[in-house]
């Protein structure tokens, strides 16, 4: 079956623009989470949505959003792009049932976005 | 405040040797542990995960061992072979929620 896919998969930006990323999940998949990955910083987390609500949000300010449309389908956007913004923005998804484990997170191969 | 820390940014092993992994956490509130491997320009990829109520988890050539009282975390790679290179995430899942936290990263190199 097909991955999370991630659109695009890079993009150069300046500062000031803003950005839309799309993430497709894994069919059957209803939770969706994002991460920023920037040298030496690990994976950052942004927020998780299932079935299009707002589950968990981590410590980013408010220029970043997201949604989560009814096919599970997730956008992350940032807005007013600062040079710091520059990363790899990954997309994850998991099956999410109670009780199954640790609900592994599927990710995608991941957004490049340079800011200059 | 970092919550799951790798130390060691990098590890260079000989082929066929064991390569241990190690992470420390600070939260008591953890259910789930996973290790995720990554390779250049591809998305991290599950590796093995063990539940806060075991202290050893094996698959293959993978073994997780959880120190709960130690707060301490390992993978172990046995035996390591060259196409284990790669950058090796441990992250931490709070209880009930679907989120991962991850440390920075340790990058492994397996000389043939």
């Known amino acids: 079956k097909a991955g999370v896919t991630q659109t695009p998969r890079y993009l150069i930006k300046t500062r000031g623009q803003q950005v839309t990323l799309s993430c497709s999940p894994i069919?059957?998949?209803?939770?969706v989470s994002w991460y920023q990955q920037t040298p030496g910083q690990g994976l950052q987390f942004l927020f998780e949505y299932f079935s299009e609500t707002q589950r968990n949000k981590g410590n980013f300010p408010g220029r970043f959003s997201g949604r989560q449309f009814s096919n599970s389908r997730s956008e992350m956007n940032v807005s007013t792009l600062e040079l710091g913004d520059s990363a790899l923005y990954l997309c994850?998804?998991?099956?999410?049932?109670?009780?199954?484990?640790?609900?592994?997170?599927?990710f995608g191969a991941g957004s490049r976005l340079t800011v200059l | 405040d970092q919550q799951v820390k790798q130390n060691s940014p990098s590890l260079s092993v000989q082929e066929g040797r064991i390569s241990i992994l190690n992470c420390d956490y600070t939260n008591s509130m953890f259910d789930y542990f996973l290790w995720y491997k990554k390779y250049p320009a591809e998305g991290p990829t599950f590796l093995i995960s063990?539940?806060?109520?075991?202290d050893k988890n094996e698959d293959g050539r993978f073994t997780v061992f959880l120190n709960k009282s130690a707060k301490h975390l390992s993978l172990h790679i046995v035996p390591s072979q060259p196409g284990d290179s790669a950058v090796y995430f441990c992250a931490a899942r709070p209880s009930n929620t679907g989120k991962l936290i991850f440390g920075q990263g340790t990058t492994l190199q397996v000389k043939p």
């Open positions: 069919s059957g998949h209803r939770s």
């Open positions: 994850a998804s998991s099956l999410e049932i109670l009780g199954a484990g640790a609900n592994v997170l599927t």
């Open positions: 063990i539940s806060s109520i075991k």
